[in-house]
C-alpha cells in the first residue's frame, strides 16, 4: 500500500512538472535579419616621367586611378654646394619643409589619367664647366594616399602626414 | 479503483486533485487558444496573440515578420545600405535603423549589428579590421548597449543594442544607427613599390600603390529580435539566453 502511494504521489509531481514544462516552452519570440554591402575601390598608378633639357628637369607625373584612389604628390631636389635649384609649375608651391607639393591631389574622377608638371632649373652651374663634366641632380617624389580630417574633407597636402601607413619599397 | 482510491490516505488523495485540476485547466487554456486560434478567420480577435517585427531603414521596410494564418509571413527586400549609390571615404551616410512592432502583442526588442569586411565572392574577410567601419549609435533614447556583447576581443564586428522599454503594437523605437562612414584611414593601408628605368634618355619612375582594402566591400548586418513582456525575464532568459532585469517595466542588463 505504501508503496503504490509513493508511486501516485510521483506521478502527481510529474503530471505537475509537465504542465509547468508546457508554459515555458510557450514564449512568444520573433527574429528577422537583413544585410547588405558596399564595395570600396581605390587602385591607381602613378608614373613620374623626368626630362632633362636647358638646365631643367621637367617632371611629369601622371595619375591613373579611380575616383577613390587620389594621392598627394610632393618632390624635393638636391644639388651639388654652390648650384641653386629654382622650381616652377602650374599649381606647385613651396611647402616651406624643402618639399614642394602639388596644391590639391592627383586623381579627381573616375578611371581618368591626369597628369601635373614640375620644372626645377638648375642655375648657378660653375662658370669653368666643360662638357663632360658631370654632376648629380637628384629628385625625389613622393606620393601617399589623401587623408581627410574629422568631417571627411580632404585636408591639404601639406598638412597630411606623410609618414602613415603606407610603406614604399624601393 | 474507487474502493482502492477510498483507502488512500487524505493527503495523497488531496495531491492526485489538485494535479487533476491543474492539468485539467492547462488542458483547456491549450484549448481555448486552438478555439481561439481557428476562430480568428472568422472574428480576426486572435491578433493579440501575434508577434511580429518589422525593421525599418531611414523609414522604409527592410524587412518584416508576423505570425499570420498559421504561419510567418515575412516581407521586404531583407537589405540595408540601400542609400549608398556612389561611394566615398569619409562621408557619412544616412543609415536610420529602427524597429516597429508589426504584431499583436507589446514586445521588449533588441538588435544585433554586424559589420565586417568580405571579398568579391562574399566571403568574410577575418583579418582586415571592423574598426574602419564606424557607425553613429544611439545610446541614448531608450537603447542601451550591451559592453559584455560589443565589440569585444573575440568578436569586434559585433554590437548588441537592447530597447529598455516594451515596444507597444504599432509603435517604433528611434533609431539604434543613425549613420554609417568607412574611416579615410584605411586607404593608408598599403604598400607601395617604386621601380626606375630610362626610355628613350626619360628616366621613368613608377610607383604603385597597392590598398589591402582594395576591391573589398564593407558589410552590414543587423538582426533585430523581440520577445513577449508578459514574464519577460524568464521569456528573454529563454529566448535570448540573456540575464535581464525588469523594474516596473524597464529592462536593465544584469
Redesign the interface.
Known amino acids: 500500500m505504501k508503496r503504490r502511494n509513493l508511486i501516485l504521489a510521483v506521478a502527481a509531481v510529474c503530471l505537475l512538472l509537465c504542465a509547468s514544462v508546457k508554459s515555458a516552452m510557450a514564449y512568444f519570440s520573433v527574429s528577422i535579419r537583413s544585410e547588405g554591402h558596399t564595395e570600396v575601390k581605390f587602385s591607381e598608378h602613378t608614373t613620374i616621367e623626368e626630362e632633362f633639357d636647358s638646365w631643367t628637369k621637367q617632371l611629369t607625373v601622371a595619375y591613373e586611378g579611380d575616383d577613390n584612389g587620389q594621392v598627394y604628390v610632393r618632390a624635393k631636389g638636391f644639388a651639388p654646394e654652390g648650384m641653386t635649384l629654382t622650381y616652377s609649375g602650374e599649381k606647385w608651391s613651396d611647402g616651406g619643409d624643402g618639399y614642394w607639393y602639388y596644391d590639391g591631389y592627383l586623381g579627381n574622377s573616375e578611371s581618368i589619367k591626369t597628369t601635373t608638371v614640375l620644372n626645377v632649373q638648375i642655375s648657378d652651374v660653375p662658370a669653368d664647366a666643360k662638357a663632360g663634366d658631370s654632376f648629380n641632380v637628384v629628385v625625389i617624389y613622393e606620393t601617399t594616399p589623401v587623408q581627410y580630417d574629422s568631417d571627411g574633407n580632404i585636408i591639404p597636402a601639406a598638412s597630411a602626414d606623410w609618414s602613415t601607413g603606407v610603406k614604399t619599397n624601393d | 479503483m474507487i474502493k482502492?482510491l477510498k483507502?488512500?490516505?487524505k493527503s495523497?488523495l488531496a495531491?492526485?486533485a489538485?494535479?487533476?485540476i491543474?492539468?485539467a485547466f492547462?488542458t483547456v487554456g491549450?484549448a481555448r487558444a486552438a478555439l481561439k486560434y481557428f476562430s480568428e478567420i472568422y472574428t480576426g480577435q486572435f491578433n493579440t496573440?501575434h508577434?511580429?517585427?518589422?525593421?525599418r531603414?531611414n523609414g522604409e521596410l527592410?524587412?518584416?515578420?508576423?505570425?499570420s494564418s498559421g504561419d510567418w509571413a515575412?516581407e521586404?527586400?531583407?537589405?540595408?545600405?540601400?542609400e549608398?549609390t556612389s561611394?566615398?571615404?569619409?562621408?557619412?551616410y544616412r543609415e536610420e535603423l529602427t524597429v516597429l512592432n508589426n504584431?499583436g502583442?507589446s514586445?521588449y526588442v533588441r538588435a544585433t549589428i554586424y559589420k565586417y569586411w568580405?571579398d568579391?565572392e562574399g566571403n568574410k574577410q577575418v583579418d582586415l579590421d571592423p574598426s574602419y567601419i564606424q557607425l553613429e549609435l544611439n545610446t541614448e533614447d531608450g537603447w542601451i548597449k550591451d559592453p559584455a556583447y560589443s565589440e569585444s576581443a573575440d568578436h569586434p564586428e559585433r554590437i548588441v543594442l537592447y530597447y529598455t522599454e516594451p515596444l507597444a503594437v504599432g509603435d517604433e523605437t528611434t533609431a539604434f544607427m543613425k549613420s554609417i562612414?568607412?574611416d579615410?584611414?584605411?586607404?593608408?593601408?598599403?604598400?607601395?613599390?617604386?621601380s626606375t628605368k630610362t626610355v628613350e634618355?626619360?628616366?621613368?619612375?613608377?610607383?604603385?600603390?597597392t590598398?589591402t582594402?582594395?576591391?573589398?566591400?564593407?558589410?552590414?548586418?543587423?538582426?533585430?529580435?523581440?520577445?513577449?513582456t508578459h514574464?519577460a525575464e524568464?521569456?528573454i532568459k529563454?529566448?535570448?539566453g540573456k540575464d535581464v532585469t525588469i523594474s516596473g517595466t524597464t529592462l536593465s542588463l544584469d
Do not use: C, R
Not at chain 2, 51 to 55: F, K, M, P, S, T
Not at chain 2, 76 to 82: D, I, N, P, Q, T
Not at chain 2, 213 to 228: C, I, M, R, S, T
Open positions: 482502492h483507502s488512500l490516505p495523497v495531491m492526485l489538485a494535479a487533476l491543474l492539468l492547462s491549450g496573440y508577434i511580429g517585427i518589422q525593421l531603414e527592410s524587412v518584416s515578420k508576423k505570425w515575412v521586404g527586400s531583407s537589405k540595408v545600405l540601400g549608398i561611394f566615398e571615404f569619409g562621408k557619412t504584431g502583442i514586445e568580405v568579391s562612414k568607412v579615410p584611414a584605411v586607404k593608408a593601408v598599403a604598400t607601395q613599390t617604386t634618355d626619360k628616366t621613368v619612375t613608377t610607383i604603385t600603390t590598398y582594402y582594395d576591391d573589398k566591400f564593407f558589410a552590414l548586418e543587423v538582426q533585430v529580435d523581440g520577445v513577449q514574464n524568464d521569456a529563454s529566448a535570448w
